[in-house]
Each structure stands twice: as structure tokens, then as C-alpha cells.
């Protein structure tokens, strides 16, 4: 009797993304200009110590990708869940950090026995956390709306990156989906062959060391034929190469990135956090 398992999905981060409405502008806009209009903002974000200024950038990332992205249940997940469940952990993590003995001129906010968490301590958490959390977010903004192949593409067409580093790097972003689907397909292959080797952490140990010995026969499978292919195409024979998939930059490129710089001109002088305390 044969068993009949269901067929592997194989992941190809080449293949074109959905295709998204008109009125999701990110989905439309260069990758670059994603990267350029959010950049200065992170960078300054570093050396800002208080609550309100990361806080709006959260609101005002988060505003653009609820307008401008494609919203599936795992970015919903990612934004309403992730995100602010990160935020409050580090924020406490950091907080219980904090020496008392710079904060014990404020109100307690937690008292356990003879040790107390003041709410100064508090504050400094989230400030770091909100601050991470604005970065993160900031950087969603493009990493939610835009692939992998295109960002490489618009790194080689505009800012002239050489195109031997980058389609190197674009076929090693291959390989990691590439491992994954030759890994569930070892599985599959020792399900099939009842070697299953019993339950529980050694047991998944076990299975894990059987799995490395055929993953790595397949990389090395998969990296020699990427290897003759691209000797094939002569890959790396000459200073430039044509282009098949254009990504050019846009006036509407421009009018986002001077409309982010704006909004973030105005939320850093309406709030300055810079001000001496």
C-alpha cells in the first residue's frame, strides 16, 4: 500500500507579488525612495530619550502602512500583536534595569518586599522601547511593500551597485526558501519510511541531526547548478549587464520622500526632544 502525501508548496521569492489596488501607493513606489524618506528618521530616533517623540512616529508609521499597504491577517498579526507585545515587554525589561538610585526622587510604581520599581525607571523602559518600537516600525514601512529582487534591482539600477555583488546576492536570498522546502521534503521522505524515532525533546533532537547530512548533499546539489547557470549566462563576463525587470524612480518617489521629510520636520520641532531638562 502506498502512502499519498500531500505535494510540498515551493516559496519563490522571484515570482511577482500580488498584485495590489491603486490607491496602495507603497506597493508602486521604488524601494529606494521607501529606504530614503524613512532613514534620517530612524538615525535621529537613536538619540531622542523621551516618550512622545517615538510615540508619533509609531502613529505616523503606522498610518501609512494602514492607507498605503496591503493588509493580510499575518501584518495585522504582525503590527496589532507583535509589535505592541514587544514594546511592553522590553519597556519592563528594561525599566527593572534601570539603578534605583537615579530614580528614587520619583513616585513608586511597583513594591515587592524590600524591592521597589519606580516609576522613573518606568519611563526610561518604554522611552527605550517605544524608541525601538518607532525604528521597527519605520522600517515596515518598506520591508512590508517591497521584495527582495526588486530592492536589489533598484540598489543595481540606481545607485549603480555592481551587478555581480548584487544578483550574488539575490540568488543567496534563494537559497534560505530553498532550504526550507528541501527540509520539508526530507521530512516528508522519513514520515514515508516510518522513521518517525519516538517523542519527546531527544527524540526531536535525533530526528533534527538525521535531517543535516541530506539538507547539506542538497545545498551543495542546488549551488553547483546555480553555479553552471550562471556560467551559462556568462554571468560576470562583462562590466554591465541589460536590465529585463526595470524599477525606475518616479516623480511620485520624490513627492513621498518630501512628504515623509516634511512630517518628520514637523513632529522633531513641534516636540524637540532635545530640549535640556
Avoid: C
Wanted: proline share 7%.
Amino acid at each position: 500500500m502506498t502512502a499519498i502525501t500531500s505535494p510540498v508548496p515551493v516559496i519563490d521569492p522571484y515570482a511577482p507579488t500580488a498584485p495590489a489596488s491603486a490607491w496602495r501607493f507603497l506597493h508602486a513606489l521604488n524601494p529606494l525612495s521607501k529606504v530614503a524618506a524613512v532613514a534620517p528618521a530612524m538615525l535621529l530616533l537613536v538619540f531622542v530619550r523621551d516618550l512622545a517623540t517615538p510615540a508619533s512616529f509609531i502613529a505616523l508609521a503606522y498610518a501609512i502602512i494602514l492607507v498605503g499597504a496591503r493588509i493580510t491577517p499575518r501584518t495585522a498579526a504582525l503590527l496589532f500583536l507583535a509589535v505592541p507585545v514587544g514594546v511592553v515587554v522590553i519597556g519592563f525589561g528594561f525599566s527593572v534595569w534601570v539603578d534605583a538610585a537615579l530614580v528614587d526622587d520619583t513616585a513608586p510604581f511597583l513594591q515587592i518586599g524590600g524591592w521597589t520599581l519606580f516609576s522613573g525607571a518606568v519611563e526610561i523602559g518604554f522611552a527605550t522601547a517605544l524608541r525601538l518600537g518607532a525604528i521597527a516600525a519605520l522600517a515596515l514601512v518598506g520591508g512590508l511593500t517591497t521584495s527582495g529582487p526588486d530592492l536589489v534591482r533598484s540598489s543595481i539600477q540606481q545607485l549603480r551597485v555592481p551587478y555581480r555583488v548584487g544578483y550574488t546576492a539575490l540568488a543567496a536570498f534563494r537559497f534560505v526558501p530553498r532550504f526550507g522546502h528541501e527540509l520539508a521534503v526530507i521530512r516528508a521522505a522519513h514520515r514515508v519510511r516510518g522513521h518517525h524515532g519516538g517523542r519527546g525533546p531527544i527524540s526531536r533532537i535525533a530526528r533534527g541531526w538525521g535531517y543535516i547530512v541530506p539538507l547539506l548533499a542538497g545545498a551543495i546539489r542546488h549551488a553547483e547548478r546555480v553555479a553552471l547557470a550562471m556560467d551559462a549566462r556568462a554571468f560576470g563576463a562583462h562590466p554591465t549587464r541589460t536590465e529585463r525587470h526595470l524599477v525606475p524612480f518616479r516623480a511620485r518617489d520624490i513627492v513621498f520622500i518630501a512628504l515623509f521629510f516634511a512630517a518628520s520636520a514637523t513632529i522633531f520641532i513641534a516636540l524637540f526632544p532635545w530640549q535640556p531638562a
